[in-house]
């Protein structure tokens, strides 16, 4: 059961919703959003309905939630939420955000050089890995603070908003200060103190899911974002293992659909570690803008076979400006623009 506030609710109103919902025995969970203030009430359904909660002081509504998921479902808002990032970018609506950039920073030169080439051809937000949750400890890290630097001076000199990977708790405040949003990655999706500390912020995060969670698993830690306070929250498919060993991983174009019936949450699809193939991108990227994607995230990169991670999959920029030119049709039979 979800109770939503009014605008108006006061802090006296709150509390006398706690006191007696708490003297029922009731575990009550309060969200307090820069729009509006929530109270997610947790217990058996008799002890929910024994008060009349609705003619409470300070009380909007209130919902029952079938759900697990109480704050990402449909049944908690019907509408889409739309996402505002950075001052001209809308996440969610009819238009397609894409986006691109490679997957490790490697050089403030290779990112600005690379960046100038996604942006002509139409990207909105540039990506790029700072901070690089691989499978080796051998293998290249990232450049930590020095590469969030490149990538914030190149989204400043572009107009571009960014996207870079936060993995420890620790370093929200640190990733926070140069990006437009938090990337959790699909290895982070259960790394429950990461998602407590990214709910406690104000800024848009896209949430990837892990690699072997179900549907609910990843929208349940959606919700620990939202139950902390942020509502900017993007779901992002970027494949799931299965026992096919071609491709590096399965995308799961199931998943964009079933998350937008059962979240009103904007969804992204990544189709570069989806795939783990760049001649599979372009295919995967219209498979996903056709089945209704917000948004697609893809790794580009100038030299692949340079790439300190992930040069397989990245496209090089001419592909990925040809790829944009056939989601643009796509995206046109389906509605929407890109
Ligand atoms: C990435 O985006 O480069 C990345 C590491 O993604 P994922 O968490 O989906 O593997
Ligand atoms: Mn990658």
Redesign the pocket.
């Given at each position: 059961m979800i109770i939503v506030l009014k605008s108006t609710a006061t802090e006296d109103n709150i509390q006398h919703i706690l006191k007696r919902v708490e003297q029922l025995g009731l575990k009550a969970n309060i969200s307090r959003g820069v729009e509006r203030t929530v109270i997610g009430l947790l217990g058996p359904e008799d002890k929910l309905r024994a008060i009349p909660l609705e003619v409470f002081p300070g009380v909007d509504q209130v919902i029952p939630v079938l759900a697990p998921y109480k704050l990402v479902s449909r049944e908690f808002k019907k509408d889409n939420s739309v996402i505002k990032i950075g001052k001209d970018i809308q996440l969610g609506g009819s238009k397609i955000i894409v986006m691109a950039g490679p997957?490790s920073i490697e050089s403030l030169d290779g990112l600005r050089s690379v960046a100038k080439k996604i942006k002509q051809a139409g990207a909105n937000v540039l990506r790029g890995?700072a901070f690089?949750?691989r499978t080796s400890p051998y293998d290249f890290q990232g450049l930590g603070e020095d590469g969030l630097k490149h990538l914030a001076q190149v989204g400043k000199e572009l107009g571009m908003a960014t996207i870079s990977?936060v993995m420890d708790p620790r370093d929200v405040g640190l990733v926070g200060k140069y990006v437009d949003i938090f990337?959790i990655?699909?290895?982070n999706m259960q790394n429950f103190s990461l998602l407590k500390e990214i709910g406690k912020t104000k800024k848009p995060a896209m949430l990837?899911r892990g690699m072997s969670a179900t549907i609910k698993e990843w929208l349940m830690s959606a919700e620990y974002l939202l139950a902390n306070g942020n509502y900017d929250v993007m779901l992002c498919e970027?494949g799931i293992r299965t026992f096919e060993t071609y491709t590096r991983n399965t995308l799961d174009i199931n998943a964009v659909a079933v998350a937008k019936q059962l979240s009103h949450l904007p969804v992204i699809v990544?189709p570069s570690?989806g795939t783990g193939r760049w001649g599979l991108v372009g295919s995967a990227a219209k498979a996903a803008v056709a089945a209704g994607c917000d948004g697609l995230?893809i790794?580009v990169h100038e030299n692949p076979e340079e790439a300190l991670s992930?040069g397989e999959q990245s496209l090089v920029p001419e592909n990925f400006n040809s790829l944009m030119k056939d989601l643009g049709k796509i995206a046109n039979a389906v509605s929407r623009t890109i």
């Amino acid at each position: 059961m979800i109770i939503v506030l009014k605008s108006t609710a006061t802090e006296d109103n709150i509390q006398h919703i706690l006191k007696r919902v708490e003297q029922l025995g009731l575990k009550a969970n309060i969200s307090r959003g820069v729009e509006r203030t929530v109270i997610g009430l947790l217990g058996p359904e008799d002890k929910l309905r024994a008060i009349p909660l609705e003619v409470f002081p300070g009380v909007d509504q209130v919902i029952p939630v079938l759900a697990p998921y109480k704050l990402v479902s449909r049944e908690f808002k019907k509408d889409n939420s739309v996402i505002k990032i950075g001052k001209d970018i809308q996440l969610g609506g009819s238009k397609i955000i894409v986006m691109a950039g490679p997957c490790s920073i490697e050089s403030l030169d290779g990112l600005r050089s690379v960046a100038k080439k996604i942006k002509q051809a139409g990207a909105n937000v540039l990506r790029g890995g700072a901070f690089k949750p691989r499978t080796s400890p051998y293998d290249f890290q990232g450049l930590g603070e020095d590469g969030l630097k490149h990538l914030a001076q190149v989204g400043k000199e572009l107009g571009m908003a960014t996207i870079s990977e936060v993995m420890d708790p620790r370093d929200v405040g640190l990733v926070g200060k140069y990006v437009d949003i938090f990337q959790i990655g699909a290895r982070n999706m259960q790394n429950f103190s990461l998602l407590k500390e990214i709910g406690k912020t104000k800024k848009p995060a896209m949430l990837k899911r892990g690699m072997s969670a179900t549907i609910k698993e990843w929208l349940m830690s959606a919700e620990y974002l939202l139950a902390n306070g942020n509502y900017d929250v993007m779901l992002c498919e970027r494949g799931i293992r299965t026992f096919e060993t071609y491709t590096r991983n399965t995308l799961d174009i199931n998943a964009v659909a079933v998350a937008k019936q059962l979240s009103h949450l904007p969804v992204i699809v990544d189709p570069s570690h989806g795939t783990g193939r760049w001649g599979l991108v372009g295919s995967a990227a219209k498979a996903a803008v056709a089945a209704g994607c917000d948004g697609l995230m893809i790794e580009v990169h100038e030299n692949p076979e340079e790439a300190l991670s992930d040069g397989e999959q990245s496209l090089v920029p001419e592909n990925f400006n040809s790829l944009m030119k056939d989601l643009g049709k796509i995206a046109n039979a389906v509605s929407r623009t890109i």
